[in-house]
């Protein structure tokens, strides 16, 4: 699984999907979700996750696409097996793990080293809030509005 921690720049809500637009580093990530989640606002730092499966790879990308998340990556690892390859590029978004078809990897002439295009869809992609740790009696004060009282021995 992929974990990249990112910022939400903006959160746009239609009647049919919200995309969130979330910045990690220069790079700018679109999400897509049915909704918007509660907990979420802008400015808020998160964890987005998605799978090595939903990392498409193109050598040149050419002409139009649907996915809207292309980003440019050098191919650094390359770990191959009889039926799939383990990609691992490093990107404005960091390490980023790809897993594709040996054919696929064979009939893009991908090689370490080479320059590519990753291409992952804004459904594909997960956001998740960073919890920070807090102790007991911040909690009881967060829901209580007073701190704990302690227990006589």
Same mark, same amino acid.
């Given at each position: 699984? #992929?974990?990249?921690? $990112?910022?939400? +720049? %903006?959160?746009?809500?239609?009647?049919?999907?919200?995309?969130?637009?979330v !910045?990690?580093?220069?790079?700018?990530?679109?999400?897509?979700?049915?909704?918007k989640?509660?907990w979420?606002?802008?400015?808020?730092?998160v964890?987005?996750?998605?799978?090595?499966?939903?990392?498409?790879v193109?050598?040149?990308c050419p002409?139009?696409?649907?996915?809207? #998340?292309?980003?440019? $990556?050098t191919? +650094? %690892?390359v770990?191959?097996g009889?039926s799939?390859?383990?990609?691992t590029? !490093?990107?404005?978004?960091?390490?980023v793990?790809?897993?594709i078809?040996?054919?696929a990897?064979d009939?893009?002439?991908l090689t370490?080293g080479?320059?590519?295009?990753?291409l992952?869809r804004?459904l594909d992609?997960?956001?998740?809030p960073?919890?920070t740790?807090?102790?007991?009696?911040?909690y009881?004060k967060?829901?209580?509005g007073?701190?704990?009282?302690?227990?006589?021995?």
């Amino acid at each position: 699984m #992929n974990q990249i921690s $990112a910022i939400v +720049k %903006e959160i746009e809500k239609t009647e049919v999907v919200t995309y969130i637009r979330v !910045e990690i580093g220069e790079a700018t990530l679109c999400l897509i979700k049915p909704k918007k989640p509660e907990w979420l606002s802008v400015g808020d730092r998160v964890t987005c996750t998605f799978q090595e499966t939903s990392v498409c790879v193109s050598k040149e990308c050419p002409g139009k696409v649907s996915i809207e #998340n292309r980003l440019p $990556a050098t191919l +650094k %690892e390359v770990r191959r097996g009889a039926s799939l390859c383990e990609l691992t590029f !490093e990107s404005e978004l960091g390490e980023v793990i790809s897993l594709i078809t040996s054919n696929a990897y064979d009939t893009l002439g991908l090689t370490k080293g080479c320059e590519a295009t990753m291409l992952l869809r804004g459904l594909d992609v997960n956001v998740e809030p960073i919890l920070t740790p807090i102790d007991l009696d911040t909690y009881c004060k967060v829901l209580t509005g007073t701190t704990r009282t302690k227990v006589a021995n």
